[in-house]
């Protein structure tokens, strides 16, 4: 049977209406702050027993990992299942996708053995893409990700750098990322990818100056598709002074991004900016659950709930290793 594809707003009608009732599983804002001031792993525990998602806990000790894990997989197939003709269900298995392809090429490329890394995907055949590594020669790039994997091959091959081989990653999953958003035709969504792409370049940048790296490598690390020109990175990237907030603004970052910029240069913490990229995507979830139907509506509630859970998951390993309050505060992700 052939999927239909959903190609326009109206194709979404139902799933969306089936969403809103999803929408009763995310935590109240009662139930978050609970397991904010919980002092304890066992107290956080408990609350998330007594959670919607404790219908995933055993009565026995499964761990906790185990049940957010199934709980994220879980939330995939059910949309899965509401849109299976969607290019929406791509993009909420690409982040998975391109950490498999990063295990596989130092298993293959550097001999290390971490195959307990790798995420068993419907997307992909983990096994044909190994084998297109030990074998590139059998490569067509005949997928998205099959390209990434051609990409790491021709330059290990020329260079032998471990080094660049996650940066040719990334690239291949933002590339990717871009390409499924434009399928969507949502605005929104592409907007969403473009302020995560000139965040994701500015804390590289950040990162790499503080260690000096050569300024090719920046030009070689940097992501496509964002607002800020390229041009302008690389400039700010050799000039001596860091550009402020504001000026930032001037070069097309958004007024999110110019806000943490600032405080980031402030308090000299490229910290800062990642936890403002990930907030900032739980502002532009809301945003789009405000759509009466759409691409958006599905997207809001993986957004949502993806970022719920891998709170969940920092706040027990947080409590686990003895984290303090404020600590534990810094780690999560609070729309702001």
Request: hydrophobic share 40%.
């Amino acid at each position: 049977m052939t999927l239909k594809t959903c190609t326009k707003p109206e194709d979404y009608i139902f799933a969306s209406s089936r969403v809103r009732m999803y929408d009763k599983r995310l935590l109240s804002r009662e139930e978050t702050a609970q397991f904010m001031r919980a002092e304890s792993y066992e107290e956080a525990l408990k609350l998330l027993r007594e959670s919607a998602y404790g219908n995933r806990l055993d009565s026995g000790d499964l761990s906790y990992e185990d049940s957010l894990s199934r709980e994220a997989e879980r939330l995939r197939l059910e949309l899965g299942e509401l849109v299976p003709g969607s290019p929406l269900l791509r993009l909420m298995y690409l982040d998975d996708l391109y950490h498999d392809l990063k295990a596989l090429v130092k298993m293959v490329l550097l001999d290390l053995d971490l195959a307990y890394l790798l995420v068993p995907l419907d997307i992909a055949n983990l096994t044909w893409l190994q084998n297109l590594l030990e074998r590139p020669e059998l490569n067509r790039a005949e997928t998205p990700e099959e390209l990434t994997l051609l990409e790491v091959s021709r330059d290990y091959e020329k260079h032998h750098d471990p080094e660049r081989l996650e940066l040719i990653i990334d690239r291949g999953l933002y590339r990717d990322k871009q390409a499924v958003a434009e399928k969507l035709g949502s605005s929104l969504i592409l907007d969403w990818l473009r302020e995560q792409v000139d965040f994701i370049n500015l804390i590289i940048l950040l990162r790499m100056r503080r260690v000096k790296k050569h300024p090719d490598w920046y030009t070689f690390a940097m992501l496509e598709g964002g607002r800020i020109d390229r041009k302008a990175l690389e400039d700010i990237y050799m000039s001596p002074d860091l550009p402020t907030g504001r000026r930032l603004e001037e070069l097309g970052a958004t007024d999110a991004i110019s806000k943490a910029w600032q405080k980031a240069l402030e308090e000299n913490r490229p910290a800062v900016m990642e936890k403002a990229r990930d907030e900032q995507s739980l502002v532009k979830a809301e945003e789009a659950a405000k759509f009466t139907y759409g691409p958006e509506v599905l997207f809001a509630y993986y957004l949502q709930r993806s970022l719920e859970i891998q709170n969940l998951r920092t706040l027990m390993m947080a409590l686990r290793n003895g984290m303090s309050a404020e600590e534990r505060r810094e780690h999560l992700r609070i729309k702001p």
